[in-house]
């Protein structure tokens, strides 16, 4: 434990600051306050030291809310994981938390275990992201950016007429999932508190890779895909594997000069389908040994499920998407849902363009 790095705890309640102290002890020295003008006072005098807040919405004196506006004016707190929790975890207190600069929203009660894993993922967010390999595999894949496009252009093609004959996905899914997954990443990019550091070359590499996130679909039966809802169990494994079918099928083409951007494209077929939390498939892998790009994509796939019955029903699409995303919050990496909330008019425009055809 380095004593010199602290985290901050500020809460009302000394059981939920007892619950949080137990799950971070042995991590960094622990500070605690009961109230929001304290609390503003340690991020305010000991800044350099302190590597994360933890705060309560409720706080007398000043509410967490508050606080964060405070601390947010202050250069030095901008890349300064804050966490705010609340018994009230609604949409609007969800969103408000994202709006005023907060890295997370956490409900109450509190899971001890996932409480720590949850702000852990936070703490030098920069290195916990795999943000090393991912910039290797694309500075590589742009070293012979013509080879891929050539390729891109090829299997893109492919893909869209098996998708077409087999009716797989509608004509703009695939468009669709490729530009929220872009949006979403120059988002991070821009918030310099993500930990997310990548270039225009980079991102238009992963939105390229994302097209190809279900092209295991191509390899299950027309009656289990054209039925999801209602499988039987045998059935759900078969569809499922469709995340490792289309690993299989990317690692077919051994090119070396497109070795790194087909990792990149394997990565977010295989493993799009898991989620934050470790509830999800095929391996059950949760924070960030989930690769960036899957977890990207699997927001955007999910926010194109939830959005796409309501286009030309009503003008409230991204807020009936939102809402169920911060619904299954636990599933995605909070540092997505926020860049999610602050898209709304680019992911707008993107519906707007390429919206779902009955």
């Known amino acids: 434990m380095d004593a010199d790095k602290k985290i901050l705890i500020a809460d009302s309640s000394s059981f939920d600051r007892s619950i949080i102290f137990g799950a971070l002890k042995n991590t960094y020295t622990i500070i605690e306050t009961n109230n929001g003008i304290k609390a503003l006072e340690y991020l305010m005098s000991d800044m350099d030291h302190i590597k994360l807040a933890i705060i309560d919405i409720s706080l007398p004196r000043m509410d967490g809310y508050d606080v964060l506006q405070h601390i947010k004016t202050m250069e030095q707190a901008k890349k300064l994981p804050i966490v705010l929790t609340g018994t009230e975890a609604t949409k609007e207190n969800i969103l408000k938390a994202f709006q005023y600069g907060a890295s997370d929203f956490i409900a109450k009660p509190f899971e001890p275990e996932f409480f720590r894993q949850r702000v852990l993922s936070l703490l030098g967010s920069s290195s916990k992201i795999p943000g090393k390999a991912l910039n290797r595999l694309v500075t590589n894949s742009a070293n012979n950016i013509d080879v ?57 590499l992963i939105i390229r890779a994302s097209v190809y996130h279900d092209i295991g679909k191509i390899a299950i039966p027309d009656e289990i895909l054209q039925n999801p809802d209602n499988l039987t169990e045998e059935q759900t494994i ?21 070795s790194d951007f087909l990792q990149l494209t394997i990565n977010i077929a295989q493993s799009h389908h898991e989620s934050w939390d470790g509830s999800g498939y095929p391996h059950g892998l949760k924070g960030n040994d989930i690769p960036l790009s899957a977890q990207t994509v ?24 939102l809402e169920k995303i911060l619904e299954l919050q636990n599933k995605y990496n909070p540092i997505l849902i926020r860049a999610l909330s602050h898209s709304e008019a680019v992911i707008n425009k993107i519906i707007e363009k390429y919206p779902e055809r009955k």
């Open 148 to 204: 891929i496009k050539e390729y891109d252009k090829f299997l893109n093609k492919t893909l869209r007429n098996l998708y077409s004959v087999r009716q797989i996905e509608s004509p703009y899914h695939l468009k669709r999932i490729s530009l929220f997954t872009g949006t979403l990443l120059k988002v991070l990019c821009k918030n310099s508190a993500s930990g997310v550091n990548l270039n225009e070359s980079q991102i238009e």
């Open 238 to 258: 078969i569809y499922n594997s469709h995340t490792t079918k289309g690993s299989d099928i990317l690692q077919i083409n051994n090119n070396p000069q497109l």
């Open 298 to 321: 699997n927001l955007a796939v999910d926010f194109d499920r939830f959005s796409r019955d309501f286009y030309g029903i009503t003008d409230n699409v991204f807020e009936i998407a």
